[in-house]
T-cell receptor, first 117, second 115 residues
Framework: ETGVTQTPRHLVMGMTNKKSLKCEQH?????MYWYKQSAKKPLELMFV???????ENNSVPSRFSPECPNSSHLFLHLHTLQPEDSALYLC????????????????FGEGSWLTVV | GENVEQHPSTLSVQEGDSAVIKCTYS??????FPWYKQELGKGPQLIID?????GEKKDQRIAVTLNKTAKHFSLHITETQPEDSAVYFC??????????????FGRGTQLTVWP
């Protein structure tokens, strides 16, 4: 139990489907993140939210649409994805964005395995 | 931004032996260096971290060392056990050229411990 819960754990969707990934954190944190993890590639930061406001969009295609209704919940809405979008999508949270002087400890959920067919 | 290199990409050791994973970073102002362990089918879990005002930190069988001059840090696992088998990621943050709060990850090391 990491304090960051992701659902569903596995999702198979067609290229014309619309689906959503959900993340909930029980740590009282204010910052939440979406990462993409593909085979043979480093972890890719997608989006950052701090106090419900998006602070970073790492050039993510518009077929991925994040939503952060409050500091505890984060969604990733998926629409007209491509097979190359198949990956493990990881949600994470941290107390806030931290200070340069002290660093920022980030806690990950177990991930949602997405397969686009 | 920060650039983190991690070596080796794969590491196999016999149970009971030690394992060492090394990372280098590019931004001399980076000041926070966590290590994550990712078991098969799970998300990365923080196992140890070190800040730039400390040269070494230990937690039971794992330790991390930091050499700020050379801009590298290492994870040491002693008396390895089969359950240590996983992918290990290093990360760095806090540098002047990096985005506040962002972790810059290495590409990971697949550690296999043979019984």
């Amino acid at each position: 139990e990491t304090g960051v819960t992701q659902t569903p754990r596995h999702l198979v969707m067609g290229m014309t489907n619309k689906k959503s990934l959900k993340c909930e954190q029980h740590l009282g944190h204010n910052a939440m993140y979406w990462y993409k993890q593909s085979a043979k590639k480093p972890l890719e930061l997608m989006f950052v939210y701090n106090f419900k406001e998006q602070t970073e969009n790492n050039s993510v295609p518009s077929r991925f649409s994040p939503e952060c209704p409050n500091s505890s919940h984060l969604f990733l809405h998926l629409h007209t994805l491509q097979p190359e979008d198949s990956a493990l999508y990881l949600c994470a949270s941290s107390q806030d964005l931290g200070q340069r002087i002290s660093g920022n400890t980030i806690y990950f959920g177990e991930g949602s395995w997405l397969t686009v067919v | 931004g920060e650039n983190v290199e991690q070596h080796p990409s794969t590491l196999s050791v016999q149970e009971g032996d030690s394992a060492v994973i090394k990372c280098t970073y590019s931004d001399s102002a980076s000041n926070y260096f966590p290590w994550y362990k990712q078991e098969l089918g799970k998300g990365p879990q923080l196992i140890i971290d070190i800040r730039s005002n400390v040269g070494e930190k230990k937690d039971q069988r794992i330790a991390v060392t930091l050499n700020k001059t050379a801009k590298h840090f290492s994870l040491h696992i002693t008396e390895t056990q089969p359950e240590d088998s996983a992918v290990y990621f290093c990360a760095a943050s806090g540098g002047r050229g990096s985005t506040l709060g962002r972790l810059y990850f290495g590409r990971g090391t697949q550690l296999t411990v043979w019984p």
